[in-house]
């Protein structure tokens, strides 16, 4: 299995985690086909300011990725990174490119452990102590928490899901270093399901799939992160069921954590589904205005910057996206202040949200409201105005829903963009929303056709 080497740079780290999130995100709209053949193969060389550059194997799939991927890639490593940056790609020699080994290929996901090193590489950022905790995320916090603390006993599996960017993969890094902190002899494992699948591909290629399985089998917790990215994968999913039954029947820790529910996870096997649902299943929603300034104010204390109150509570309200893009936007800040050689205020972060971060390749609420106005056939200014009439109303909380699933703006800021409404106004109808769908499926297809058609 794919992993970290100590002699890899922070940035180069930072680019491959971020190239993996993306390539998941883009794999929902580009053919397998391309995404095997010439999206995955690109080998993350590192970031160089604002430059993220990659090899590709030769110069068609150079050339090839593009003319046809060069602006996604960007835009989606942008979001992640939190930070705009351009996309340059360099044809690796055809003799290096074909004698490289599988086992050099570079690896493309988070932190990871080496089992038969028995050494485990976390990001020092995410501990417990620098989880920022809000009514968003309290559950989940609380269940790494008890795990950390008697891994085996309680809550087992541990099955955290969200939307990306929320801090699924942070308590997972933090869980691990809070075990290994307190027995650093027991055998810990954390990896990517895309790292598990390769693995596991890599194994059977070479005729070691008993090797691959005696390595996890010794372990004693087991995390592992994206689980969705393994639904369809059939004899992955089989590899994943045993593994699990042998890690639940000798009460070893599994943390699971997810984009979705499991009950969500249509491709999942059933076994799969039942059993990922018999621990403790937490979400972590996109927090409130008031935690998004604490997040951003710790960051800030973290990285030793000088951030004034009410400058953080406007990023927290203005800047869109998840925390990631939000922890972005406070390193640009920090970044224009010194240049320009002036303190952080209200000056200068409005010039920074004004010009990066207005919509952030989102789609902004005149798109989302129309596209809504025209599959429920309610006039745009009826969804925007006051009636409480049950179809416009429904309208509204559908826009509302789209809204925040699309942009994962703040409470608070939804509420000014549809006629200043309360806060727990646009709370209440994300949550009615949630559970409409949940139980009528006409509607589920419908608010995905919407969303597929504003974020295709």
Known sequence: M??????????????????????????TRVPAAHMTRFIRPLRPLGLQGSVARFAAQGRFVADWVKSRYLDD?????????????TVEIEAEPRDLASNRKPEDAPAIAPAVSDADEGTLILDDRYTFDTFVQGQSNRLAYAGAVAVANAPGTKYNPLFIYGASGLGKTHLLHSIARQIREQNPDLPIRYASAQQF??????AVQRGRTEQFRRSHRTLAVWLLDDVQFIAGKDKTQEEVFHLFNSFQQAGKQIVLASDRPPR?????????RSRFEAGLVADIQHPDTE???AIVRSKAQRDGIALPQDVAMYLAENVPGNIRTLEGALTKLSAQASLDGAAIGMDI?????ARDFKDFGKPGLEQIVKAVSEHFKIPVNDILGQSRKA????ARHVS???TRELTGDSWKHIGRQFGNRDHTSVMHSYQRITELVRQDRELKVSIQRIIEQLHP
Do not use: W
Not at 391 to 394: C, E, G, K, V
């Open 400 to 402: 509302v829903y789209v």
């Open 2 to 27: 794919d992993q970290y080497s100590l002699e890899d740079s922070q940035d180069r780290i930072k680019l491959r985690a971020a190239f993996e999130r993306a390539t998941r995100r883009l794999e």
């Open 264 to 272: 969500d996870l249509y491709l999942m096997d059933e076994r799969l």
């Open 391 to 394: 179809p416009i109303a429904h």
């Open 73 to 85: 890639l960007g835009r989606l490593l942008s979001d992640e990174l939190g930070r705009n940056v």
């Open 291 to 293: 935690t998004r300034c």
């Open 197 to 202: 699948v390769e693995g596991f591909v890599a």
């Open 349 to 353: 972060v409005r010039q920074i949200v």
